[in-house]
């Protein structure tokens, strides 16, 4: 799952992005408000946690603008304003929920996986690849019932793998989905990743499920 922080604060956005990577979420990060609208214009996020004191472009307008373009992103509106008024007006304008500073992170966290819940249907929570499963929401890997225990990265690389299970996806893809980077700016951070994720999901089965497609790039669950 994808998260985008739209926060300035730097310590509140650095304290909340190293927390939901520990659950292992993939976590962008805005400092303004101009910088959020264009990262939600950009990229596909499952969550969106919002300030509604942001620079440049103020957080109700960025919340107008998600809800413009992205009427289904779930936001968490995350804040210092505690007026029962600007509650109101949050919701109001179409937040799915409002948490306000200072805040425990795993209040934080619940809520997340709350909206997670309701916005995401049992077929797109659950990835299954032959006997290897990934819990979207509670981040979670089993392979034959069997747990994996993942980096955020790690997790983020096999889950873009599993939503395009069958399908050949090339380094360039996998840099600009599980990076956001142009491919340009990496090196072979790609194939450590994938070296690192068939050592963990692959290791001590017979049956090889992350397959190089030499020239072009990785998939998974294809025929070996």
Known sequence: MRVLIAEDDKPVASFVQKGLEAEQYAVDVAQDGDEAQFMVNQFEYDVAVLDLTLPRVDGLDVLRHIRHIKPALPVLILTGRNRVEDRVKGLDLGADDYLTKPFS????????RALLRRATT???????????ELNRVERLVKRSGSSIVLTPKEFSLLEYLMRNAGRCVTRAMIIEH????????MTNVVDVYINYLRKKVDG?????????????GYQIGGEA
């Open 105 to 112: 992170f795993t209040e934080l966290s619940a809520r997340v």
């Open 122 to 132: 049992p077929a797109e929570v659950m990835l299954r690849v032959r006997d290897l």
């Open 178 to 185: 599980v990076w956001n980077l142009s491919f340009d700016t």
């Open 204 to 216: 001590g089965f017979d049956r090889k499920l992350i397959q190089t497609v030499r020239g072009v």
